[in-house]
Structures are given as structure tokens and as C-alpha cells.
């Protein structure tokens, strides 16, 4: 690793492969050092970038920086970094002939500027997607977009250009080589890697560099990243579990439709996200400046689509925005009443619960039954005077008299015309649902009323299964 005070690898004033003259350092990072140099033939202006003798020799960087400049010499337009020239110093580094940019890039203008304003936003990822489009186009990934590889610089008119740089974590789709990704390998940034990448960069498709354009609008809009972390475990825990954080809560100023398309973008799911920039380039041209147009249009026929009518007809539908955290949206009822709905019966269970029913119904007569027959029994011992002997016809026990009350009638009768007391009527058993219990002193009967009818007890084959318990 090259550390700030380490002596680069170059010397101003030193010449390189005899033809490009080291002019001044213009940044230094983990593997290497980018100087500005200038074309002693030409009189051109260029930026090396120059990796370590010892990271060049060790594992696949200098491979790396060589398929970076392959990658990034096949594409041809406005808005990616061109790349002149590749080769290597007589110590074994590796370096790459870029052409110089003078400006800076988006990382330090959201560190000085931001929140960057809507308009100009949505063109910056509008010309980076002009730039991936042709990448991908090629069958090529880049799989470290982020706002320090997109360079703000001018136009000779001075209107704003954005170029794609350092393509070296890019990724050919149709190299079957594969070496220099491992399986297992996690490459990129990793605020702004998909899930999928961060499980491992072999299998990425162009769907990972669209989530990485989501992250970057939603910070050029807000000034920071959706998603946070103290750690890296933490900050991949929040990418696979967790919702963005909504970007309208810290800008509301934001369009909800505009909010709905960094969502898209940040899908989870590949088959969720837009299914190439071309499709992102179109939802975002509503927010576009008018000059900026003409970008959406060229995303869509770098990728073969003809025009925004083609693209419109096949993208799916954008979700409506997470509510706040703070905010928690009510279940519908009918998501409730489906969620606490019992699984459906098998026939057997339909059968016993039918049976249940049943038996439930005819218990509910019995004790129905009973409890009149009851209640009569009272109301016909009240009516009875106390101590007073009952003739003729009403004076036959109730099968549901108390005992004593019958007892009691019985003996008076007896005493009167001299003959022997009857015995005493048998008392109903429990089984007959008439507990025993004492009456109270019967009401006066007059004797032409007619005799109250005993209710009659069903009989216990309607009772079916059913059995009162006391």
C-alpha cells in the first residue's frame, strides 16, 4: 500500500516510455500514483496512472489496470475517460495513458455543495447512464459506479460533462476466462454495491450499476448515502434487511414520482430494479432540464431500443414510496381477516363437526325441557295453600313436585276419609334434570280447574351422545 509519504514511483521530469514526460503528481491512492505527464511529440496533455512494482507483481492488479484499459479503449463516447495508451516501466510497474481532465468529481463537489440542485442532479446521472449504456452495450459492467469515478468537467462551451472513470473493477460478460474474479471475490465500494455484489462480484449483471445510480441520485439529492453503517457487517446488514431511508424526509422538496424511481433503482430483487439504464433514463426525463433531453434519448439507442415508446411499453411500474420509519401504515382489514383465517377442513372434520352440532342442538332442547317443567313446578306449588288438603282431580302429584310438598298433601288426604296414607311419590333422580329442592307454600287451587299436564320427559334416544353431567 502506498502511503502519503511514500516516494512515488516517478520523479517530475522523469520521461516514460520515452515519450511522455512526468509533469507533477496529481493524487496517490492504495496501489499506485496517477502523475500528470505531457506527450513530448504531440504537446498533449495526459494522466498516467502508475500501480506499485510490488502490487503489479503481486496477485492480479497489473491485470486488473490491463483489462481496465481494454475495457475502457473500446468505448467511443463523450462521457467516459478515453484511454491513449498501456504499458510497463522497466522495474515491472504497470501504466495506463488516459487523457486529462481538468475539474473535479462528484464526491467533492456533494462534500462543498450539496444538495445539489434537482435539475442538475438528474442531468449528471443522465450522462453517466449515457456512458454505462454504452459499456453495457459491449457487455461490459463497471461495478464501482460511484460519485468519486464520475468526473464533473467543462465543455468548450462551459456546459457541465460527466465522465466514467477507473473501469478497473469493470466486469465483460461475455469473458469466459473468468480469472480474475473469484467466486467469492467482493469488489467495489461497498456504500454503493448491490446485495448481490456484496455476496460476490462474479455473477453481476448491468442491474448491479443500476442500483449503484440509484445510491448516487439519492445522495446528490439528500447529501448522503440510504444506507449507513459503523462497520461493514453493519452496513450489509442494513442493504439485505432494511428499507432505504426515505429521501423526501430529508428533502421534501423532492417529487414523490422522483422518489418512486430511486426506489426502483433500489430493489432488492435483480427482476425488481429497472432492467437497464435505458429504462431509468426515461422515468428520469420528466425531471430533466430541457438541454438535457437529448441525453435520454441517446441511452435508449445505444442500447437498441429506437425510442422512448419501445422502452415505455416494457418497463414495469414503479413502487410507491416506504412510509417514515416513525410511521407505521395500518393493516387493511381484509389483509387481517385473511391472515387470521383458519385452514380449510378436511371431510372427516366436517362430519364430526356436523355430528357436534347436532348433539349440541338436541342437549340444548333437553335442558330447555326440563327447565319449563321446572318453572311449572314451582308456579303449581305456589297456587296450593299450605297445611290444605288438594281433592279431586288436582290433587295428583306433579312429577315435578318437591317431595315434601307431596308428602305432605297426601297425608291430609289420608286423614280425612280414613284411609291409609299413600307412599310418598319417588323423587326424581338427577338423570331426569330435576334437582331436588324444596318448594315454596303453594298458592289456593280452586277445584273447578282443570289439572296442569306433567310435562313429559323425551325419551333417551333423542338424546343422541349428548349427557348432562351436574
Same mark, same amino acid.
Given at each position: ?9 516517478v520523479?517530475?521530469g522523469?520521461? =516514460?516510455?520515452?515519450k511522455?514526460r ?5 493524487g ?7 502523475? #500528470? ?10 494522466a $498516467?496512472?502508475i ?5 503489479a507483481?503481486? @496477485?492480479d ?7 481496465e484499459a481494454q475495457a ?8 467516459? #475517460?478515453r ?6 516501466l522497466?522495474?515491472g510497474?504497470t501504466f ?7 475539474g473535479?468529481?462528484?464526491?467533492? $463537489?456533494i462534500r462543498?455543495r450539496?444538495? $445539489?440542485?434537482?435539475p442538475l442532479a =438528474?442531468?449528471f446521472?443522465l450522462q453517466a447512464?449515457e #456512458? ?7 457487455? =461490459? ?6 460519485p ?9 462551451d462551459?456546459?457541465?460533462?460527466v465522465?466514467?472513470?477507473d473501469?478497473?473493477?469493470s ?5 469466459l476466462?473468468g480469472n480474475?474474479t473469484k467466486?467469492t471475490?467482493v469488489? @467495489? ?6 446485495p448481490?455484489q456484496?455476496?460476490s462480484s462474479?455473477h453481476?449483471?448491468s ?8 445510491i448516487?441520485?439519492h445522495?446528490?439529492l439528500?447529501g448522503?448515502v440510504p444506507?449507513n453503517?459503523?462497520t461493514?457487517g453493519?452496513?450489509?446488514s442494513?442493504?439485505?434487511?432494511r &428499507? ?5 424526509a ?9 422518489e418512486?424511481?430511486v ?6 430483487a ?8 435505458a429504462?431509468l433514463a426515461v422515468?428520469? /426525463? %420528466?425531471f430533466?432540464?430541457?438541454h438535457a433531453q437529448?441525453?435520454v434519448?441517446?441511452?435508449?439507442r445505444t442500447?437498441?431500443f ?10 414495469t411500474?414503479?413502487p410507491? %414510496?416506504a %412510509?417514515p ?5 395500518? #393493516? &387493511?382489514a381484509?389483509?387481517?381477516r ?5 385452514p380449510?377442513?378436511?371431510q372427516s ?5 356436523r355430528a357436534?352440532?347436532v348433539?349440541?342442538?338436541a342437549?340444548?332442547g ?10 311449572v313446578g314451582v308456579?303449581v @306449588?305456589r ?11 288436582? /290433587?295428583?302429584p306433579?312429577?315435578?313436585s318437591a317431595?315434601?310438598v307431596t308428602s305432605?298433601s297426601t ?6 276419609s280414613g ?5 310418598p /311419590? %319417588? ?11 324444596r /318448594?315454596?307454600?303453594a298458592? &289456593?287451587r ?5 289439572p296442569?299436564?306433567?310435562?313429559k320427559r323425551?325419551?333417551d334416544?333423542?338424546l343422541?351422545?349428548?349427557?348432562v353431567?351436574?
Amino acid at each position: 500500500m502506498l502511503r502519503a509519504d511514500d516516494p512515488v514511483p516517478v520523479s517530475p521530469g522523469a520521461v =516514460i516510455a520515452g515519450k511522455y514526460r512526468v509533469d507533477g503528481v496529481l493524487g496517490r491512492g492504495g496501489f499506485g500514483v496517477v502523475v #500528470a505527464a505531457t506527450h513530448l511529440a504531440l504537446r498533449q496533455p495526459v494522466a $498516467i496512472k502508475i500501480l506499485l512494482p510490488t502490487v503489479a507483481r503481486a @496477485g492480479d492488479a497489473g491485470l486488473r489496470l490491463q483489462r481496465e484499459a481494454q475495457a475502457a479503449s473500446r468505448l467511443r463516447g463523450e462521457h467516459t #475517460a478515453r484511454v491513449l495508451d498501456f504499458g510497463a516501466l522497466e522495474d515491472g510497474s504497470t501504466f495506463m495513458v488516459m487523457e486529462r481532465l481538468h475539474g473535479q468529481d462528484l464526491a467533492q $463537489i456533494i462534500r462543498e455543495r450539496s444538495p $445539489i440542485p434537482l435539475p442538475l442532479a =438528474i442531468e449528471f446521472v443522465l450522462q453517466a447512464c449515457e #456512458a454505462l449504456a454504452e459499456a453495457h452495450a459491449l457487455g =461490459i459492467v463497471h461495478r464501482d459506479v460511484k460519485p468519486a469515478n464520475l468526473f464533473l468537467t467543462a465543455r468548450h462551451d462551459g456546459s457541465p460533462c460527466v465522465k466514467v472513470v477507473d473501469f478497473g473493477m469493470s466486469k465483460s460478460l461475455t469473458d469466459l476466462q473468468g480469472n480474475l474474479t473469484k467466486t467469492t471475490a467482493v469488489l @467495489g465500494t461497498p456504500y454503493y454495491m448491490s446485495p448481490e455484489q456484496m455476496r460476490s462480484s462474479k455473477h453481476v449483471t448491468s442491474r448491479a450499476d443500476v442500483w449503484s445510480l440509484g445510491i448516487v441520485l439519492h445522495e446528490l439529492l439528500a447529501g448522503r448515502v440510504p444506507y449507513n453503517g459503523d462497520t461493514l457487517g453493519e452496513l450489509c446488514s442494513r442493504v439485505f434487511t432494511r &428499507p432505504p431511508d426515505p429521501l423526501r424526509a430529508q428533502r421534501p422538496e423532492v417529487p414523490e414520482a422522483l422518489e418512486r424511481v430511486v426506489l426502483r433503482c433500489l430493489q432488492k430483487a435483480e427482476g425488481d430494479r429497472y432492467p437497464s439504464v435505458a429504462h431509468l433514463a426515461v422515468d428520469l /426525463a %420528466p425531471f430533466a432540464p430541457p438541454h438535457a433531453q437529448v441525453h435520454v434519448d441517446r441511452v435508449v439507442r445505444t442500447l437498441g431500443f429506437g425510442d422512448r415508446s419501445a422502452v415505455a411499453g416494457c418497463h414495469t411500474s414503479v413502487p410507491p %414510496p416506504a %412510509p417514515p420509519p416513525s410511521v407505521a401504515p395500518p #393493516a &387493511p382489514a381484509s389483509a387481517a381477516r385473511q391472515s387470521a383465517a383458519p385452514p380449510p377442513l378436511t371431510q372427516s372434520q366436517v362430519r364430526d363437526a356436523r355430528a357436534s352440532g347436532v348433539r349440541l342442538v338436541a342437549g340444548a332442547g333437553v335442558l330447555l325441557a326440563l327447565s319449563l317443567a321446572l318453572a311449572v313446578g314451582v308456579l303449581v @306449588g305456589r297456587r296450593a295453600p299450605e297445611g290444605t288438603a288438594a281433592t279431586g282431580p288436582s /290433587a295428583a302429584p306433579s312429577a315435578v313436585s318437591a317431595p315434601s310438598v307431596t308428602s305432605a298433601s297426601t297425608s291430609a288426604s289420608a286423614g280425612a276419609s280414613g284411609a291409609p296414607p299413600a307412599p310418598p /311419590a %319417588p323423587v326424581p333422580s338427577a338423570s331426569q334434570g330435576a334437582p331436588p329442592r324444596r /318448594a315454596p307454600s303453594a298458592a &289456593p287451587r280452586r277445584s273447578d280447574e282443570p289439572p296442569m299436564p306433567a310435562p313429559k320427559r323425551p325419551p333417551d334416544d333423542d338424546l343422541g351422545d349428548f349427557h348432562v353431567r351436574h
